[in-house]
């Protein structure tokens, strides 16, 4: 009798735990609610990954060939250069024209350094009676070499194809109004002038490389120089050319 009540006993103790787990799934069903949602991936704090036209702002650093060349006179050729320019693309279109095409507007600044090498007439020459007149100004300390400045903004058409995962190609046409400041030895010269860059570029992800020809003209007027009446300065035509090879990187 006892092992009998014992086993009953057990029984009911066992079956307890399974009665209130179904007594709460009872209720649960009764009032409508349902099992909480897994986490999403937000709720865990990962980011969604960037897809190939998610990286529209870019950042270019590069390394500069670049000639000036005088209305009436000879070229100065470049001796080194290095520019960065930094923007953003504003695509048109949402969707990418059969799902690999967009174009855009490229929004920035650009700013480009470059440094001529020194030519004969720089060095100093020698009169008749063997006497050193130094350089064009007869002070041979007066040369401070040929640098040339330029600072603008960039505005322009692009356009972008995605061929396949996350590499791009990209052509583009800017206009660069840019304030210039061209230092000659001992003249420095200053102007707005209007710019233009055009060029292409190969990217994947973060990392790209891209080529451009810089190009354009503007009469420089003499900061150090004026007329007899001292109402204006000196001015003289300048036209640059340059090309560019540059790293980009994309946000």
Do not use: C
């Amino acid at each position: 009798m006892k092992k009998t009540l014992l086993l009953i006993a057990t029984a009911l103790v066992a079956a307890t735990p399974l009665t209130a787990a179904d007594n709460g799934s009872k209720v649960n069903a009764e009032a409508g609610t349902e099992a909480p949602a897994p986490a999403s991936k937000k709720d865990d704090g990962v980011k969604a990954k960037k897809g190939p036209w998610d990286r529209k702002k870019y950042f270019n650093i590069g390394y500069a060939m670049q000639d000036l060349t005088p209305e009436n006179g000879e070229t100065f050729e470049g001796k080194f250069g290095v520019s960065m320019v930094t923007g953003r693309n504003i695509f048109l279109h949402k969707k990418p024209i059969a799902n690999m095409l967009k174009f855009a507007i490229d929004l920035g600044s650009d700013i480009n350094y470059a440094q001529y090498k020194e030519r004969m007439s720089d060095l100093g020459t020698s009169g008749s009676d063997g006497e050193d007149y130094g350089d064009d100004y007869g002070d041979e300390d007066m040369n401070m070499g040929r640098h040339h400045i330029d600072i603008g903004l960039h505005v322009g058409p692009s356009v972008s194809i995605n061929p396949v995962s996350h590499l791009k190609i990209s052509a583009f046409f800017r206009f660069v109004p840019s304030y210039s400041m061209i230092l000659l030895n001992s003249e420095l010269y200053q102007n707005f002038t209007p710019m233009f860059t055009y060029g292409g570029e190969i990217s994947y992800k973060v990392i790209g490389i891209g080529i451009e020809g810089r190009s354009g003209s503007a009469k420089y007027s003499d900061m150090l120089a004026e007329t007899e009446d001292g109402s204006e300065t000196m001015k003289m035509k300048y036209k640059t050319n340059a090309l560019r090879v540059y790293i980009s990187f994309r946000f």
